[in-house]
């Protein structure tokens, strides 16, 4: 057993010492031999303190005591180094001076109570070396870790100078650096230690440095002082004994080097070359980084400038729509700051109703099609702008949409100035469209460019077809090169198409010059109505002319043929009947009489004839010349009145109107040699106001209109303007004077009427008299005074006291010859001061002044005015062959004149003037 | 089995005579000035010491274990977190670059300051009781705790208790915290308690 322990204690690689309870050593085993260089034989059995006497210097006694107290004991390698001084085996030998220990001390038993001591020893020196390597180890590891961590900053500087304090903690170095290549010259990290910030050209060929960055090998001098000078680099701190320049290469070119001096040799043994070498491949990629990060921050800077100060928005939106960047320019298109806008959805700025609008794009944006369009956004304060806006996607490496940027243009003002000209255009549009004449714009081609309704109405008519960008050769007939030329100067040309009674048509041309092409601008005014109002108009004034010079000679032909009619029939109630001379005294009355008829026929054509207006049942007045006519026409001729049986008044001269049938009735006649129908009617005509048209002349209303048709042959065309036209006539001039139509023209006008004449689809003529109609109080009014009138037609009885005033003495003479054949007894004056004169006189007698109207000083009616103070119940006769004006037509409306037209018979002067009172 | 305020605070100023000796030991050992704060002592089952050194600690534990046997036996323990451990391994041997794993050099070193601490400790109770006590080799495990929990708590014939004390000690500026824990049986701890009763 104990010999197995002995045998167990010499096997162990540990070192055995067991003592008594003196520690005496009774044990010593092989190790401790070797180690201690005891042989056991010469240490057994000796003290330990007495063997080795440092152990109760360090205090070991204590633990010995304390052992044998009966505590174990543990002594570790950490704090107590050895316990028993042996030298260092192995590798250890250079780094410790004695061999590293753990020992454990633990007390020996015997029957309960402590006998001795064992203390094992352990060499733990390979050990300990093992775990300072490591710690090393892992502290370089540590140390580049946090280097890497250190020098990962994209500052450029600042990772120069982590890299060169990183280099001088690693080498546990006083001086490091990190030197840049720059043109010729090498700047240098502050770094660790006394570093200038460049060296200059004149040193650079002689540094380290230098030869590492072209060589690209590390450059390492354990001992500076061991080469020669020739050989040696410049250090940058001229007490440097060790220098290491390890070269930074990126993509195998050198960019610089990392520079660690030491003022020790051998500063650099290999685990500290590795450490910087590892360092320097790590502060390449850093640096590399740090300038790529720098001109990509130049570059980056350079596209923030641009970008800000660009005069466009520019607006960076995320995949959520939401903004992430917006420059100044943006920001004050919509009256907002960036730092308002970032983190805002796009949606907030935009006008309401395009919101949806832009949400579409939003949803488009992923395919990555760019767009342009113009939208309106909302200003912080709420008003809106229109903008136009240029979207391009964004897409990272993979090609994942990662949101999209807008470019932004305000575009207020073109799109008001856009606004203000269309607003412009369209009223130029509208006028040009409502433009009562035609417009037409052409191209030197004759195309049309452009044509108004108006025109496009118009050309129809004109014979031309009214497309737009169809041709125009011609206009009514006429080349259009021809109507361009003939109106360049200005002025109207006049086209008509379709004959006669086709529409006429009036054109303006003007070219209008233009850089490029010429184009032509016609205007068309339809005057077709204006025509035919100018062609009556012109009718009327020739008719007036006519009228007028009628009128002229009428009073002198009146009294000249008044003289003949009455000398006549004074001759024939002298002359006894029956003689040849009888016969031609008649014919010479017949022809005066018909004289007179003819001058009556041109007043009333011409409208000078005195009207007697008063109401007229203008159906019983058709009625009673129907009856007339039945009796004096053919038997071949029928007559037909259709009415409805209505009293139709109209206020006029009864005697006007029945001549005015009568002269239709005779053309009528006339133009039915083999015989017909004449059919007249009675209506009620109102026109509306649209149908003003049909007769232009004519107010809107209540009219009587009496139609007059015959079944003749009608009226050829190129009569028909000319009918109404005193002295025209188809016949010879042996069968009519041309005055019948014309004298019924005048009577109808000067009632107020209108007559039309036209032919029927069927033959025939027909002539349409409207006459306004006479409300139903004006009738009344009108039937009482002519009911008192109508009494007088008795012939005279008693002798009547007449004055005569005369100016013509041959008139007077007759006259005067024609009363003293009746019961009559006359003064006669010349004038009207004579007359005065002999009413002065005889005023009481005389019961009727007869006097002519036209007279020189005093005329008729001025003498009726004195006459009129002195003697207002007095009969006042005015006879006059001259129209009368119409202060003396009123007078006489008012029935306080009489009225007698020049020529007169005998029958129509003694019905005249007879005394009012009995 | 409970104590009254009394006898722990006896307990108390045994563990505290017993720690000012072992502070004395390690400001000598190391140069440098060690004290252990006035510890706080509690007795508690067995049962209860996972759920209190779990308060304290999770994961990897340190321990530095020791069996006494004698007039008194039992499980004499220091247990330390695995942080607190390393820390206090570089504080005490005044290590500068901080060791991220406590390799074969800081077990030692955990070793011999358990060894002292628990010596001390164990010692003054002999002391007390003038009864002798015999150590074993001190020994560092590094388990997890619930390991731990697992090897005190196997059952055995007696009910056993722990004697859990609250250690703190400071170097320097710094402090690292830990438990003394002694388990002994329900004999053992009676024999303490009466000693401890005497000494009152």
Not at chain 1, 651 to 661: C, F, K, N, P
Not at chain 1, 861 to 889: C, F, H, W
Not at chain 2, 80 to 85: C, D, F, I, V
Not at chain 2, 163 to 183: A, C, E, M, N, P
Request: with cysteine.
């Amino acid at each position: 057993m104990i010999h197995t322990l002995t045998e167990l204690r010499e096997f162990v690689t540990q070192g055995v010492l067991v003592t008594d309870v003196d520690l005496n050593i009774l044990t010593w085993n092989y190790w401790l031999e070797i180690h201690t260089g005891h042989p056991s034989a010469e240490v057994i059995g000796r003290n330990l303190l007495e063997l080795y006497p440092e152990l109760a210097e360090r205090g070991y006694d204590e633990v010995y005591r304390q052992v044998l107290a009966g505590e174990f004991v543990m002594l570790a390698h950490r704090f107590h180094k050895y316990l028993l001084p042996m030298p260092a085996p192995g590798a250890g030998a250079g780094v410790f001076p004695y061999m590293q220990q753990t020992a454990r001390i633990a007390p020996l038993k015997r029957e309960g109570l402590v006998s001795g001591t064992m203390t094992i020893i352990e060499d733990v020196t390979e050990r300990v070396a093992r775990e300072a390597e490591l710690v090393r180890q892992v502290t370089a590891l540590q140390t580049l870790q946090e280097i890497d961590q250190a020098i990962l900053t994209l500052e450029l500087d600042e990772c120069l100078d982590r890299i060169a304090q990183g280099a001088a903690r690693l080498a546990d170095a006083p001086l490091a650096t990190v030197a840049i290549m720059e043109n010729d010259r090498i700047i240098l990290a502050p770094g660790q230690g006394n570093v200038p910030p460049v060296i200059e050209p004149e040193l650079l060929q002689r540094t380290a440095v230098k030869r590492a960055i072209n060589s690209g090998e590390a450059v390492i001098i354990n001992d500076l002082h061991a080469l020669p000078q020739a050989e040696r680099p410049e250090p940058l701190d001229p007490d440097s004994r060790s220098l290491a320049a390890i070269p930074l290469l990126v993509n195998g070119a050198g960019v610089g080097a990392l520079l660690v001096e030491s003022a020790q040799a051998g500063a650099f043994d290999r685990h500290r070359q590795e450490l910087l070498a590892t360092l320097a491949t790590r502060a390449a990629v850093a640096i590399d980084n740090a300038r790529l990060h720098q001109s990509l921050r130049r570059s980056e800077e350079q596209y923030r400038q641009l970008v800000e100060t660009a005069q466009e928005g520019v607006w960076a939106v995320n995949t959520r729509s939401m903004t992430t960047f917006v420059n100044r320019r943006m920001a004050e298109i919509v009256a907002a700051s960036p730092e308002e806008m970032v983190g805002r959805p796009v949606v907030d700025y935009v006008a309401e109703d395009e919101i949806e609008f832009a949400e579409a794009v939003f949803r488009r944006r992923p395919l990555g099609k760019p767009e342009r369009f113009d939208i309106r956004l909302k200003r912080q304060d709420g008003s809106q702008v229109w903008v136009n806006i240029s979207v391009a996607s964004l897409f990272d490496e993979s090609g994942q949409y990662v949101g999209h940027f807008g470019m932004v243009n305000d575009i207020s003002e073109r799109k008001e100035a856009e606004a203000r000209l269309q607003a412009s255009e369209e009223r130029l549009r509208l006028l040009v469209e409502y433009l009562p004449e035609g417009v037409l714009l052409l191209d030197s081609e004759e195309t049309i460019l452009l044509a108004n309704a108006t025109a496009s109405d118009y050309l129809p008519l004109l014979g031309a077809a009214g497309e737009i960008g169809g041709k125009l050769p011609q206009l009514g007939g006429q080349p259009l090169a021809e109507i361009v030329a003939a109106t360049a100067t200005g002025g109207w040309l006049e086209l008509a198409w379709g004959g006669e009674s086709g529409p006429i048509f009036q054109v303006a041309g003007r070219l209008l010059p233009a850089a490029d092409v010429s184009r032509y601008l016609l205007v068309l005014r339809d005057v077709t109505h204006e025509s035919q109002l100018e062609r009556q108009l012109r009718q009327q004034e020739r008719l007036a002319a006519v009228g007028q010079l009628a009128a002229g000679i009428a009073h002198d032909f009146n009294n000249i043929v008044a003289s003949i009619i009455l000398y006549t029939e004074l001759m024939l109630l002298e002359k006894p009947p029956g003689a040849k001379t009888n016969e031609r005294l008649t014919t010479i009355h017949r022809q005066a009489e018909r004289a007179a008829h003819l001058v009556r026929q041109i007043l009333d054509f011409s409208r000078q004839s005195i009207i007697q207006h008063k109401p007229v049942d203008l159906t019983l007045l058709v009625e009673e010349v129907v009856t007339l006519l039945a009796r004096t026409m053919p038997a071949n001729v029928r007559l037909e009145f259709a009415h409805d049986n209505d009293h139709y008044f109209v206020s006029g001269d009864a005697g006007r109107l029945e001549q005015a049938l009568l002269n239709l009735a005779v053309n009528a006649q006339e133009a039915m040699p083999e015989g017909g129908t004449i059919r007249l009617g009675l209506s009620l005509y109102e026109p509306e106001e649209a149908e003003k048209a049909l007769l232009p002349e004519m107010q809107p209303g209540s009219w009587i209109k009496l139609e007059f048709s015959d079944t003749g042959p009608g009226i050829p065309a190129e009569v028909l303007p000319h009918i109404f036209e005193p002295f025209f006539t188809t016949k010879s001039p042996a069968e009519s004077t041309g005055l019948g139509l014309s004298q019924v023209y005048g009577i109808v006008r000067q009632h107020g009427g209108h007559l039309v004449a036209a032919n029927l689809p069927g033959g025939g003529a027909l002539f349409t008299i409207y006459l306004p109609f006479l409300a139903v109080g004006g009738v009344e009014q009108g039937l009482q005074a002519g009911l008192q009138e109508t009494p007088h037609v008795a012939p005279a009885s008693p002798p009547v006291s007449l004055l005569l005033v005369e100016d013509d003495p041959v008139l007077r003479q007759v006259l005067l010859e024609m009363f003293s054949e009746g019961a009559y007894k006359v003064l006669a004056a010349g004038d009207g001061r004579e007359a005065l004169q002999l009413f002065a006189e005889h005023g009481d007698e005389i019961e009727v002044v007869l006097t002519d109207l036209v007279m020189p000083d005093m005329n008729g009616l001025n003498l009726y005015q004195m006459l009129q103070r002195q003697a207002p119940e007095l009969k006042v006769v005015l006879m006059s062959g001259y129209p009368i004006n119409d202060e003396t037509q009123a007078l006489i409306e008012q029935e306080r004149l009489h009225w007698l037209q020049k020529p007169f018979t005998v029958e129509q002067l003694a019905e005249k003037i007879r005394p009012e009172k009995e | 089995m409970n104590l009254n305020e009394q006898q722990l605070d006896a307990l108390a100023e045994l563990i505290n005579i017993a720690f000012a000796r072992s502070a004395s030991s390690l400001s000598d050992l190391t140069g440098q000035r060690i004290t252990l704060a006035v510890p706080e002592v509690k007795v508690c089952s067995i049962h209860e010491l996972g759920t209190l050194l779990g308060e304290f600690v999770e994961g990897e534990v340190a321990t530095v274990q020791q069996f006494f046997s004698g007039g008194v036996a039992g499980h004499a323990l220091l247990l330390l977190n695995r942080e607190g451990a390393r820390l206090l391994t570089d504080l005490l041997t005044g290590d500068t670059s901080p060791s991220r794993q406590i390799d074969a050099s800081a077990a030692e070193v955990l070793t011999e300051v358990g060894n002292i601490l628990l010596n001390a400790c164990l010692g003054t109770f002999g002391n007390l009781l003038k009864m002798h006590i015999s150590f074993s080799v001190p020994h560092l495990h590094l388990d997890a705790l619930e390991g731990l929990i697992r090897t005190l708590v196997i059952a055995d014939e007696e009910i056993r208790y722990a004697l859990f004390v609250y250690t703190t000690f400071q170097v320097k500026d710094s402090s690292v915290s830990g438990y003394l824990v002694i388990i002994l049986g329900v004999t053992s701890l009676e024999k303490l308690i009466e000693a401890t009763d005497r000494l009152g």
